[in-house]
């Protein structure tokens, strides 16, 4: 793996000049750990989102859907262990009080002014807050820290609206909040993020056939939205470093530009959540009550944007001049298509591209009208943001009702008939 110099700062730059990430509260001098989505952003979040929901909910009779209250009531967490386990070490210099996760530190001295460490604490990652207006120990709550423990609450509820049979899955996309002890690397390791989880339940000797099972579709899935086994690594998570919950862990790491870490994971949770929860199944047929095992595929969208924009970060030379471009797989790229008349100022141009552009959009949402600057300019600012397909009405388009479509990847224009854009376009 290959550390690419500056290509972080690049990214980072390109996310916030292009309206895909914003530093969270930046009038306010930001939030360490906080980001927030600007248009383009939330549209690749919700592509991803939607593959994901599509791949693993919608396309199979075995999953159902959920969305859970963030806030849950906090017998939750000490029944899952999270009060007493979701810890960290976290070690403070005794000369300029900086912070540090013990674990991530290379030497056993402050990795900002090389002063002594004061002795190790325990630092529990949940943040906490308080439900209505009293703010004593009986009003204590919990932002989650995963949105598993909202979906292992509701499978009692699954079963008696649904009758679901063994086995089945249970997904969810949404927030969690981890203080974490040092956000860092921009998307990577923030304190407000985005899950998407499955918790698959099933007969505890079965486990190994649904392991493999997980891991295959979530390589299907990786495939899809464009990261494949050349980016993407297994490493099998030793006994000492996995979750208090996990039998089993595999840890998928991408090359992130700062280093090989973990895009997302998959765990084999046994029977501890339900067991935790006194939650059980009842198998009519077979008249046997048992508690199920759990396989937990867990992704982090966040982890996903950051690894999409740095797989699709291109820089290369076309026509002569050298160009940017994010090189997104069709069906991810926020803008799908850009429309513009040739020249700005002539009327009955921007009146046919606005034509035109309408057509297209009916049927693919994500299309956009552009008439800003000129002809080259535009393109270089869909090439940024990484539009597959670039419309353009000009003059002959008025006599023949054709336009040029031009390919984002190779530059390469040609003319189609309007009727044939649809068909025509990869999205
Ligand atoms: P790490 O070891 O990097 O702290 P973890 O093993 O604690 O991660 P899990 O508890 O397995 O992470 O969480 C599941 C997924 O949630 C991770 O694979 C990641 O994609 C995402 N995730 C976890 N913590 C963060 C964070 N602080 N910022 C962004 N995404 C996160």
Redesign the pocket.
Known sequence: MKKEEGKMEKIVSLAKRRGFVYQGSEVWGGLS?MWDFGPLGVTLKNNIKNSWWKKFVDDREDMYGLDAAIIMNSKTWEASGHLKNFTEKLVECSKCNAQFRADQLKENKCAKCGGELKEEQSFNEMFETNVGASKDSSSVAYLR??TAQGIFVNFKNIIDSFHPRLPFGIAQIGK?F?N?IN?RDF?????E?E?M?IEYFFKGEEWEKHFEDWRVSSWEWLNEIGLNKDVVHELDVEDKDR?HYSKK?I?FEYDFPFGR?????L?YRTNYDLTNHKLDYLDDREGERFIPHVIEP???V???VFALLNEAYTEDELGGEERVYLKFKPNLAPVKVAVFPLLKNKPELVAKAREVFEIVRKEIPQTMFDDNGNIGKRYRRQDEIGTPNCITIDFDTLEDDTVTLRDRDTGEQKRIKIEDIVSSISI
């Open positions: 750990g820290p995963e969690a981890r974490e956000a998307l990577f390791r923030t304190r993020f899950q989880e979750a862990t840890d870490s973990e895009l997302f994971g765990a867990s992704f982090g966040d982890r996903i």
